[in-house]
């Protein structure tokens, strides 16, 4: 049934234009059925449009239901917009590696719309394929296993169509909108957008424990952004979910960077440790431990188009508003170190030996970890294994500051002896573990005390 106040923004609609018929767009050769589908489009954007502005509730959030309209194909007197573009067709789909002039016109195209392509010279690059694929998203509306990359001739009759994508939060300056949903990032500059392009987010689905991941990666930036001089090896946990809520750029990194979400070019963070970075590989669907990655080759460029400061809005799958977010729900699951009751599988290891290292039976073993295969189970590179109580693994303390490495070995039924290392006043490290005894995944008894070096501040000097 239709909503009265639906209804009635019709009427209201009908009436402002005059001859109660919709605006008309161009209209193309063999393309009748599409002109229909984007009026029938721009209509229903209007009516919701104007049914909002008639609701008690105009001024309330806006539905989690039906968010705003990202694109319209704008109407435009046909007289004036065929002579301002010639439209042409394709004699050919075009997808990665295609080149010629027919490419270049397309990436003249994409660019205009304000969609991020490195270079605009008739290759079918990484870039453009990925242009290509938010525009499918984004205006097309296609969903992501409906992606192609490839841009056939109506897809390009499309394209041509006066086009206008207009942000979710307009009026906002310079900010950035994240359509996870979709995989698409938009920078827009006074409601214009100036930087469209594919991303690549967290695989959680949510934060109840899905999709976690474990590895052992070389750290040399920590959560929050702050060098870690040397860098530290640290078996990490974590949840590889990108939250959804209302934030804002808070601080940029030039070159590459290490993380506990991993490597990152030039990162921009606006959630904690969660930033807009460059990577090598930026695949259709989510795939990363949290963070937003776009191509390396954008990433310096993206840091020039935003500011520290500016506004980012992350739109989830799950209905909610970003202003609808709480805090709790928007702050991301930070990794943590490895569980005190597992133990890393080095690469040639057998269960005998595993047994063997951390002291208990190889039946113990297989019957804790479920292993159909028993004795004989292949393990996999950097594979966690449970340990039978009361034995415990070493946790990582190195890199924590004095007093969560305290908070951790306790919480593990271990104590701690310290020492300490001057170091000059202003050091990153002042505070934190340098290095400790028995080293990370090593088995040690419970109780046993974790021998540390603590960085501390050498007193200011002094002149006569």
């Known amino acids: 049934m239709i909503d009265d106040r639906l209804r009635t923004a019709s ?16 209209q193309l050769p063999g393309r009748r059925s599409l002109t229909a589908v984007v009026v029938g489009l721009a209509v229903i954007a209007l009516c919701v449009v104007v049914a909002t502005a008639l609701s008690p509730a105009a001024h309330q959030s806006v539905s989690s239901q039906v968010p705003p309209p990202a694109v319209t194909l704008a109407p435009v007197d046909p007289t004036t917009s065929t002579a301002a573009r010639r439209m042409t067709h394709l004699v050919r789909s075009l997808s990665e ?52 990359g490839v841009v056939t001739d109506e897809m390009w009759q499309t394209m041509q169509q006066p086009t206008t994508i207009t942000p979710r939060r307009a009026g906002q300056g310079t900010h950035a ?13 006074d409601d214009t957008p100036v930087f469209i392009a594919h991303v690549s987010s967290g695989t959680a689905p949510s934060r109840d424990g899905s999709g976690q991941w474990c590895e052992t990666v070389v750290v040399d930036t920590d959560a929050n952004g702050a060098a ?48 807009v970075y460059g990577g090598q590989v930026v695949p259709l669907m989510p795939s990363t431990h949290g963070g937003v990655r ?37 702050t991301p699951v930070f990794s943590y170190p490895a569980p005190p009751d597992t133990y890393t599988v080095d690469a040639g290891e057998t269960v005998a030996a595993v047994a063997a290292e951390l002291g ?72 934190r573990v340098l290095a400790q005894t028995p080293p990370t995944n090593s088995p040690i008894p ?19």
């Open 177 to 189: 909108e994240i359509y996870l949903a979709q995989q698409v990032l938009a920078v827009y500059r």
């Open 360 to 431: 208990t039976t190889v039946e113990d073993l297989v019957s804790l970890n479920s292993w159909t295969d028993g004795a004989t189970h292949q393990f996999q590179i950097g594979e966690r294994v449970l340990v039978p109580s009361p034995i415990r693994i070493a946790p990582l303390l190195t890199g924590l500051l004095e007093s969560r490495a305290n908070e951790v070995a306790l919480d593990r039924g271990l104590s701690l002896s310290v020492s300490y290392q001057d170091l000059p006043a202003g050091s990153v490290n002042v505070g």
């Open 97 to 148: 590696l295609s080149s010629g002039d027919d490419v270049h016109r397309l990436q003249v195209r994409l660019a205009e719309l304000g969609f991020a392509i490195a270079d605009i010279d008739g290759q079918f690059g990484v870039t453009t394929r990925q242009a290509v694929w938010a525009y499918e998203t984004l205006v097309l509306e296609e969903p992501l296993d409906h992606v192609t």
């Open 294 to 330: 776009i191509d390396d080759t954008l990433s310096a460029g993206f840091a020039d188009v935003v500011h520290l400061g500016d506004l980012v809005y992350v739109w989830g799958d799950d209905g909610k508003e970003p202003e609808e977010v709480t805090k709790a729900e928007s």
């Open 11 to 26: 009427q209201v609609l009908r009436h402002a234009l005059n001859d109660g018929e919709p605006p008309t767009l161009p």
């Open 446 to 464: 419970p109780g046993a005390a974790v021998q540390i070096v603590v960085g501390r501040a050498l007193p200011p000097t002094t002149t006569s």
């Open 228 to 275: 870690i001089d040397p860098p530290q090896e640290q078996p990490v946990c974590g949840i590889a979910y990108t939250p959804s809520g209302v934030f804002r750029f808070q601080r940029e990194l030039a070159g590459h960077h290490i993380g506990d979400l991993g490597g990152m070019d030039n990162p921009v963070y606006f959630n904690y440790g969660i930033a």
